[in-house]
């Protein structure tokens, strides 16, 4: 299930506060497995673009739900199908959860401070001044 908000609305889905030690182990291994998620128009993955707001994992009637708020670069963005496809890939592919839950924000709006150390690195590697 994927839901993209209106980039006016300032609401966004938060992380409940009672998450296991097991849901926030599991978290940890889909943020590592977001790594593998590239951005089609930079080839940088969405972890080091700074595009992954926030990473839970919810039970639903016994099965894992990887719950993701992320952004794009832009709100006019046409790849988040592309994107979606990858995480679903990644994550269900690869077993790590059962489902995923992708809603994409808009608050805070995205921007360069939000790019890694190393994706930086691999920025200026391409030949983007960053």
Do not use: K
């Not at 890694?116 to 590697?125: F, I």
Request: overall charge negative.
């Amino acid at each position: 299930m994927t839901e993209q908000n209106d980039p006016t609305d300032n609401v966004q889905r938060q992380r409940p506060e009672n998450l296991t030690e097991e849901q926030e182990s599991l978290a940890f291994d889909v943020t590592e497995y977001l790594y593998d998620v590239i951005d089609p128009e930079l080839g940088i993955n969405v972890v080091d673009l700074g595009l992954v707001y926030d990473v839970w994992i919810e039970d639903r009637e016994g099965e894992d739900v990887a719950m993701i708020n992320m952004t794009l670069t832009s709100p006019a963005c046409p790849l988040t199908d592309v994107i979606e496809d990858q995480v679903q890939a990644a994550l269900v592919g690869n077993g790590i959860v059962d489902h995923i839950d992708l809603e994409w924000v808009w608050l805070p709006p995205w921007g360069h401070h939000m790019i890694t150390e190393d994706g930086r690195e691999q920025l200026r590697s391409l030949g983007f001044a960053v």
